[in-house]
């Protein structure tokens, strides 16, 4: 009676086992499936920036799209006045003077490591009216 005890106790912590290395293989699948999604290219989509005047508040966001949100975006040749606001995609400000200002943007995202994409615009800044 006591080895007949012993053979079905054995049996079902071999089934316990069994099904939990199942269990186990299934959720390992499971989060490689989630995990092994390759994020699109980072990539600037905005096409232009808008017209600037001298002295009005102005506002820009920067589209883009890819990578791994959110983005931070940084940019040079910006007119007197005009900045991003910190970690965002949003330029703002007075600009000071009128002209043609050639602009690089660049925005980063959040990946690690970081994914970086630049673009060339020219923000036109008209007199004050």
Same mark, same amino acid.
């Given at each position: ?49 808008? %017209?600037? $005047?001298?002295?009005?508040? #102005?506002?820009? /966001? @920067? ?6 949100? =959110? ?22 400000? %007075?600009? $000071?003077?009128?002209?043609? #200002?050639?602009? /690089? @943007? ?6 690690? =490591? ?16």
């Amino acid at each position: 009676m006591a080895l007949k005890k012993l053979e079905t106790n054995y049996g079902r912590t071999i089934g316990i086992a069994l099904l939990t290395m199942i269990l186990f293989g299934v959720a390992l699948l499971a989060s490689a499936q989630q995990t092994s999604k390759p994020a699109l290219p980072l990539r600037i989509t905005s096409k232009a920036l808008p %017209k600037a $005047t001298v002295g009005v508040e #102005y506002y820009a /966001v @920067i589209s883009a799209t890819g990578g791994e949100p =959110p983005y931070d975006c940084t940019g040079k040749g910006l007119p007197a006045n005009i900045a991003f606001h910190p970690n965002s995609d949003t330029l703002g400000g %007075k600009p $000071t003077t009128p002209g043609t #200002y050639p602009v /690089v @943007i660049t925005v980063e995202d959040s990946a690690d =490591p970081q994914h970086t994409a630049t673009a060339n615009f020219m923000l036109t800044v008209a007199p004050a009216r």
